[in-house]
């Protein structure tokens, strides 16, 4: 996988700090007026993310499914506007979830994408780190088999381990324990922390917002004619909100003091099928510049 194309790389927004609390911030519902007078003219493209932003939150990550609603919405958009569907899950899997056609999926937080058709271009720096992913799977799957909760989970690109289920406070603690020796052992991956889960990613110079930068400029889109509009909940979702600060609308997910660099929030998935709504209700009526869905 190449970096960024040029065009691209050159709009890049300067590196901001997180720098506002959630609650601080307006609502992407009460300020909709605003965001729509931002997106005429252009090509808004949604970068979405899915648990907790498509999809509410569940213990067992693998029974998570796209909120009630939220499908005949993206098939409405997905006919007006590109959609990608950025996720820390597997390409596959987050392709099989959504189950809507025609939108992009980009898995491993970025490192896999699939095209529309299903075919994977992944991150072929990335590649070389699959050795390393397979030794430390194998050491957390030994050394935390009697802890009673646990779900390891490996992804192309990535273990994760997640501690959601895990109840007792002393199988938590070496739970993470247990993490934190494996990170020191293995510099070559990134531990990742997000809500109730750590993941561990190749360590190179790669995340969300360096992926959907990199897919604009494949998919060949003017910074002069598109709009991202990237919405997602987690930590792991800041780095794409940093990218689309300037040049984008960024929503975050959530409620709370956790800093963030989107511009808007919503509350939970349930605004997030509203927003949506509104935005294809908006782009239903317009005539919009030609486009091509990547
Ligand atoms: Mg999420």
């Keep these: 996988m190449a970096g960024p194309a040029e065009s691209v790389a050159a709009t890049t927004p300067p590196e901001h700090r997180d720098v506002t609390p959630i609650d601080a911030l307006p609502s992407a519902l009460e300020a909709f007026e605003a965001i729509r007078a931002r997106v005429d003219g252009l090509t808004p493209i949604l970068c979405l993310d899915f648990d907790g932003t498509l999809s509410p939150i569940m213990d067992d990550p693998a029974s998570a499914v796209l909120l009630d609603g939220i499908e005949p919405v993206l098939r409405r958009l997905v006919r007006l506007t590109p959609i990608l569907v950025l996720s820390g899950r597997d390409a596959d899997d987050v392709r099989a979830r959504v189950g809507v056609g025609g939108i992009l999926c980009a898995g491993s937080h970025g490192f896999d994408v699939l095209d529309t058709d299903g075919q994977h271009e992944p991150n072929a720096e990335a590649s070389a780190y699959l050795p390393h992913l397979d030794a430390l799977e194998a050491r957390l799957r ?7 909760g646990v779900v390891i989970d490996r992804k192309r690109f990535g273990v994760a381990v997640h501690d959601r289920q895990v109840t ?19 510099p070559m991956l990134r531990p990742l922390r997000g809500k109730r889960v750590t993941e561990f990613l190749p360590e190179i110079d790669w995340n969300k917002g360096r992926a959907l930068l990199w897919l604009l400029g494949r998919a060949g889109y003017r910074a002069d004619a ?10 792991t979702d800041e780095d794409a909100l940093r990218a689309v600060r300037e040049q984008g609308i960024g929503i975050v997910v959530g409620t709370g003091s956790r800093l963030t660099s989107a511009s808007y929030a919503v509350r939970d998935p349930a605004e997030v099928l ?15 510049p030609a486009v091509d869905v990547p």
């Design 142 to 148: 030994t050394e935390t088999q009697d802890i009673a």
């Design 274 to 288: 509203a927003f949506l709504t509104q935005l294809a209700d908006f782009l239903d009526v317009r005539v919009l």
């Design 226 to 235: 598109a709009l991202p509009i990237c919405i997602g909940d987690d930590v």
């Design 168 to 186: 007792d406070e002393r199988d938590l603690e070496r739970l993470w324990s247990l993490v934190s020796a494996a990170a020191e052992a293995f």
